[in-house]
T-cell receptor
């Protein structure tokens, strides 16, 4: 998985609780991304980062925030989890230029009860 | 806005048969297109990508795709399916905003391979 780890790999939480997912890379890549995967929707971009402290919103950013204080770590936070945020979350690195490949982590399965 | 559409959420083939997974794109500028594969409970892995260098692109595991501008298509093919090809396949287009590029994915096609 191209030097990308995600933690936790599985999490069950309750509605209204805060949740933070971590993506860690050892590739020293500038660009990092968070996607969610839902049946029938493919992958949808939540937020991305183009450098330390530089982030931007993606297609489905409502209810999510991110932070990147170090090159190797990109955190995704659900401030108050809802059942609609039950999903599989993938981190990716790479990209930046239009022809660049993105490399994906193993994913985190989040269930919000 | 750039987008891709994958025709067929599920495709079933027999082992040894031709695999054809369809992807059509919508783009006002020359697109850069990607095919990714996802095996069960795994992350996505790049199969191949079109970067305008050649219209026929060869990828890993015997897959290839042909960019056809006249048909706005980038279909994925493999001459002979193996059981190990059973997975979900995603087509994606690179989208550039404010100087940074991201990927927009299709909804995916699940490939089922029967003996």
């Amino acid at each position: 998985d191209a030097g990308i780890t995600q933690s936790p790999r599985h999490k069950v939480t309750e509605t209204g609780t805060p949740v933070t997912l971590r993506c860690h890379q050892t590739e020293n890549h500038r660009y990092m991304y968070w996607y969610r995967q839902d049946p029938g929707h493919g992958l949808r971009l939540i937020h991305y980062s183009y450098g330390v402290k530089d982030t931007d919103k993606g297609e489905v950013s409502d209810g999510y925030s991110v932070s990147r204080s170090k090159t190797e770590d990109f955190l995704l936070t659900l401030e108050s989890a809802t059942s609609s945020q039950t999903s599989v979350y993938f981190c990716a690195i790479g990209g930046g230029l239009a022809t660049d490949t993105q490399y994906f982590g193993p994913g985190t399965r989040l269930t919000v009860l | 806005a750039q987008s891709v559409t994958q025709l067929g959420s599920h495709v079933s083939v027999s082992e040894g048969a031709l695999v054809l997974l369809r992807c059509n794109y919508s783009s006002s500028v020359p697109p850069y297109l990607f095919w990714y594969v996802q095996y069960p409970n795994k992350g996505l892995q790049l199969l191949l990508k079109y970067t305008s260098a050649a219209t026929l692109v060869k990828g890993i595991n015997g897959f290839e795709a042909e960019f056809k501008k006249s048909e706005t298509s980038f279909h994925l093919t493999k001459p002979s399916a193996h059981m190990s090809d059973a997975a979900e396949y995603f087509c994606a287009v690179s989208v550039t905003n404010s100087g940074y590029s991201t990927l927009t994915f299709g909804k995916g096609t699940m490939l089922l391979v029967s003996p």
